[in-house]
């Protein structure tokens, strides 16, 4: 098969389009043929040589993916041959076949394309273990999304619309934040030109909100903390503000304050497991019922991978980023 091989750790360009062996399939697992796979941010950094691939997993980038079975383990009774579904991936999605746990499938959400389906597994999964199977964001409770026109945010905003939560975001121009109003945010702050704490302060009554998904980290800790109401919780997801900050710890007391963080990528199959059918029960209702759509910015040919990269990190996108191979 083709697959996107990282030549040497660099920038976009060391992504090259190669033939590579085909996946060995394990007893508990699907062989799937890939119609599309998703960029993450989490790619890039593996393409930097800083996020390396767990145990036993694929070497090669792809957090998810899009297609149809080519074969089953002897252990897999769900799934067979020929059907269209999309999956979880701890890597190999930027490839023309993967080898999946049979457990972090899902099938394709009804009324959904193939190439769109390419664009949930990561974001749905990531979204709800953090903010509501942990956070526990419930009707009528106020939410902040850090880089609400991401793949992520983009998602994050639809699907806690439709669990009656009032959304907030921020990101960095009109053109995006208008984005994210015409799909369902209610508050949105440009982090360029205003200080998201006082926006925050002022639409809550100065209480607060409830819960906060955050991609950034150090460079927004403090802030994020005094950002939330009493029993606020913070989740963080992401350091692409840094990883080190001095913080006034006091808020966490006063306030009641919870705060956590996790990646989804390392996490056990069994884990894994957890979550893929918690977002079938809960998530691809709303998507069926029109409630929860694809974002798609643009989509490239599985060669042209780098050129992918090369958006990404520019970071003009809104919503998700496809691979065809």
């Known amino acids: 098969m083709k697959a996107i091989v990282i030549s040497s750790p660099g920038g976009p360009e060391v992504l090259q389009l190669r033939e590579v062996e085909d996946p060995q399939l394990r007893d508990d697992e699907v062989l799937i043929q890939v ?50 579904v999309c999956a979880l991936l701890a890597g190999g999605g930027y490839a023309q076949k993967v080898a999946v746990p049979a457990v972090q499938l899902l099938p394709l959400p009804p009324g959904l394309s193939l190439t769109d389906a390419a664009t949930f597994p990561e974001v ?13 964001l419930s009707q009528g409770e106020s939410f902040l999304i850090h880089g ?5 945010g983009t998602f994050a905003i639809q699907i806690a619309k439709y669990r009656g939560a009032r959304v907030f975001v921020t990101a960095g121009s009109e053109e995006k934040l208008a984005f994210c109003k015409s799909i369902g945010a209610d508050v949105c702050i440009n982090y360029k030109t205003q200080d998201f704490v006082e926006r925050v302060k002022e639409e809550t009554g100065g209480q607060g909100v409830d819960v906060i998904l955050d991609c950034m980290g150090a460079s927004y800790y403090q802030r994020n903390l005094d ?23 006091r808020p966490l007391l006063a ?16 884990n894994k497991a ?21 974002v798609i910015y643009k989509s490239f040919p599985l060669s042209e991978a780098a050129e992918a990269h090369r958006l990404m990190e520019s970071s003009q996108h809104i919503g998700k980023i496809l691979l065809v191979p």
Not at 69 to 76: A, E, K
Not at 275 to 293: F, H, L, Y
């Open 124 to 136: 749905a999964c990531t979204v709800w273990s953090t903010v509501f199977m942990t956070s526990r």
């Open 148 to 152: 609400g026109s991401s793949g992520i």
């Open 35 to 84: 119609h599309a796979t998703a960029l993450n941010r989490a790619d890039t950094f593996q393409r930097k040589g800083s996020y390396s691939p767990p145990k036993g997993a694929s070497p090669y980038l792809g957090l998810e993916c899009s297609g149809t079975v080519l074969s089953v383990g002897l252990h897999v009774s769900r799934w067979k041959i020929g059907d269209q």
């Open 255 to 270: 306030k009641r304050l919870t705060v956590q963080g996790a990646a989804l990528r390392s996490r056990s199959v069994e």
């Open 227 to 249: 950002s939330l109401n009493f029993d606020g919780r913070l989740f963080i997801i992401g350091f692409q503000g840094g990883v080190t900050t001095q913080v006034d710890l």
């Open 274 to 294: 957890v979550i893929v059918s918690e977002v079938e029960k809960n998530v691809w209702p709303a998507i069926a019922e029109g409630k929860v759509k694809p």
